[in-house]
């Protein structure tokens, strides 16, 4: 069967089919829909872990082990795969049960954030637990002209700090940071429009999660502009919803696309996924 794509029902995502993601053969057709849209999906195709690292692997280097993360997340004898997950092994979980609960785009808050990210779905809730996506190219195409003047050239902060004293104050069960993991959450400073290095096409890079003013202005003028730039990419025509099927691959583009993983009853249910990661470039 020849490769398709086709717009997923609801967004501006991409789903694939007649593809086999164990055959590097079709690469250069997947790469081209993961640029065309920016998030792609790929359904009913179960995945090893040896076929999910090899297949991650087309997109660029892999991120691996990580000071800022526990080992104990990382899948056995296979660190490029973070677990995701609420399950428990003998009183303990097996990975993250909480991750990416917030609107925020992989890693933006190093010099060079992820390019890619791709996760495999092992066991879904009956509800809840959906990953919502937002068009950040389409986000910009969209802004009035007098707005885009005023961003031109313009930088932002990111932090993670933002994000995980949040967390921490909602009282998240995560192993807290050493102080040293703590010092180490630097600020970066990234183009508030970047380009995409791929297709040329700017797309906004600013996310509520990781960043935290504009540089050199005032908190006020600075706070304005990230509220309006935030509640302009949430509209409802910029985004994507994504209902998890068991055996469901999604590859998202974090250079132009921030996400969120919505909350479901972990009491209840459990939620199971396989998350690889691909290192990017300095954004510019
Ligand atoms: C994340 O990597 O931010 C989590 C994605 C998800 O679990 O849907």
Known sequence: MPISTRQASGGFAGEVS??????GGDFEQIHRAFLDHGVIVVRDQPLTPDVQIAFSGRFGPLMGRRPSMSDKVLMPGHPEITILSNKKKNGEGVGIADAGRYLHSDLDFEEKPNLATIVHAVEIPPEGGDTLFADLEL???????????????KRAAHTFAKHYQEVMAQGSKRKPLTPEQVAALSVTMHPIVRTHPDTGRKTLFVNPGHTTHVEGMEDSESQDILDALFEHSLNPEH????????GDTVIWDNRRVMHNAEPYDMERYTRHMHRSCVHGDRPF
């Open 239 to 246: 985004i994507y919803r994504h209902k998890w099927r068991v």
């Open 18 to 23: 007649g593809i086999d993601l164990g055959r």
């Open 139 to 153: 986000a910009y195409a969209t802004l009035p002209d007098s707005l885009k003047r005023r961003l031109e050239g």
